[in-house]
Structure formats: C-alpha cells, structure tokens
C-alpha cells in the first residue's frame, strides 16, 4: 500500500536551546506516515446483487441514459435508475435542489454505482447562495470544489462508487476553456475520495483541435444541432467510456455490442438533431 509522508518531528534533547544554538544538543529527527486508504471497487453484479446504477446530471445525461442502461445491462444483472434533469447544474440548486434530492435517492434506491455528468451551467457568471460568483474569478475553484466534496459525500453515503464523467468539448471555444477548467477542479475533488473515480471523455468527442467533433469516424452525427446535447452515437461513446472504466474496476470484459442496440431508435434523439441523430438500423 502507499505511504503518505507527513513531514518530519525534530525533538530537542532534554535541557535543550529550542533555538539550536552552538551549545545545543543533536536533535533527533523522526518521520511519521499513513497508509492511504485502498480506492474502494464497486461489487461484480450477479442475478441475487445486480448493479443498481443510478444516474445523475443535465440533459447530457438525460440524452445518454439509453445507451447507460444499455452498459450496465453489458455488464451484468443491473437495476438502472434515472435521475438526469435538463437545465441542472450543481451549483445551481435552486434549479433543482440536488442538496435533497441526492441522499434520498441514496437512501431510497441504494446505489452500488452512480454516474454523473454535467457542467455546461456551472460555467456561467450566478449567484450561489446569495453571492455573485464569476467561473472565472479567483473564488471560483475552491467555492466548487466544496460542492463537489459535498456531492461526492452525498453520492456514496451508501458505499457507492461514483463514476464522474468529464464534460465534453462543445460547439464554442470559449465555453471549452471554461470547461476544461472546471473539469479540472472536478477531478481533484473527486479523486480525493477513493469512493470516486473521475472519467475523461475527451478523446471520445474532441477534433485534433480540442474542438467538439460533429460526426463519429462512420459519419453518423455524435451531437445535436447545438453541438451540446447528444445524438444516439454520442450517448454511446459516452457509455463507452463509463463501461469501459466500470468493466476495468470489475474485471469484466464488457461487450461492446450493446453500442448497436434498439436503444440507438430512441424518440429523444429526434429532438432537434439532425439526419442520422437516431438510428434506426441495427449497424452503424
């Protein structure tokens, strides 16, 4: 197991300068440790303990969760709740108060897995509670790292192991400096928990650039027209990087398989995509 060093003690001998001046005695120099504690793993789901996924989130979320339930199903027995929101944003609770949302869909439906995505909201200049905070001022990476640390003690109060999922590149450069920015807060603050895991996304949706990719290497569209919400192949590139980093925690060969099911035919990727947005055959 890792160590942590703490630093070192130095203890004057008896009768001792504190100070340490010419007369005083050697000091004796000691270090002191931890163990760190082991990166907790979620349970390989069977049919008497099926992984219970819950997901959490924006509209990004809400366009994925066909493809996430599909994943988890690729991974084993599963029970899949969905609690995605269009418009929600963690530092906007006032939007949807996922303060007392959270610990009762924990207590509730006792989550063995939660997945979480969003951001795009939390990049914005608002008022969190009664105070203008600006993404881009000096405040603005400790006052959401805390509610990050909030929501992770929230998520796993139940032993769940959460599985973050980075916000990726959109349509506008701007917002993607900001993105990046607030992912990388989200990533400290995640990982500082060994209950949590911080999922990057980014190889699955960004241009050589650092830009969104409009289409997939098939030619199928991964987002909708805004360059934000998802298309059918953009929610499974996203389950794919969830599946792949869950299967790797269980050691579980997952399937891809499931990218190509019925689930691609969905209504809601009709919602203001474009051609191929849904798919409605069962090959890419």
């Not at 400790?142 to 192991?161: E, F, I, K, N, P």
């Amino acid at each position: 197991m890792a160590v942590l060093a703490l630093g070192a003690l130095v203890v004057p001998s008896c009768g001792s300068d504190a100070g340490g001046g010419a007369d005083s005695a050697p000091t004796q120099v000691t270090t002191t440790g931890v163990t760190a504690p082991p990166r907790a793993m979620p349970r390989r789901p069977t049919d008497a303990d099926p992984l219970r996924l819950l997901l959490v989130g924006d509209g990004l979320m809400w366009d994925a969760s066909p493809a996430m339930a599909a994943a988890a199903a690729a991974v084993g027995p599963s029970v899949v709740r969905n609690d995605a929101y269009w418009g929600f944003a963690l530092s906007r609770p006032q939007w949807r108060d996922w303060r007392a949302l959270w610990p009762q869909d924990v207590a509730t439906f006792q989550p063995t897995v939660v997945a979480v995505t969003f951001g795009i909201h939390d990049t914005e200049p608002q008022t969190a509670d009664g105070v203008p905070i600006d993404p881009d001022g000096p405040e603005w990476p400790g006052w959401y790292a805390s509610q990050v640390h909030r929501a992770m003690q929230d998520l796993t109060a139940g032993g769940a192991v959460v599985y973050w999922l980075a916000m990726p590149p959109v349509g506008d450069p701007a917002a993607n400096q900001r993105i990046a920015a607030l992912n990388q807060i989200t990533r400290t603050a995640v990982e500082a928990d060994p209950r949590g895991r911080f999922v990057d996304t980014t190889a699955a949706f960004a241009a050589p650039d650092g830009s969104a990719r409009a289409t997939d290497d098939t030619g199928l569209p991964l987002r909708k027209y805004d360059r934000l919400h998802l298309c059918a192949q953009g929610a499974g590139a996203l389950a794919r990087t969830f599946s792949d980093a869950l299967g790797a925690d269980l050691g579980v060969a997952v399937d891809p398989g499931y990218l190509t099911g019925p689930w691609r035919a969905d209504g809601r990727f009709d919602q203001d995509g474009p051609p191929g947005c849904a798919v409605r055959s069962a090959t890419p």
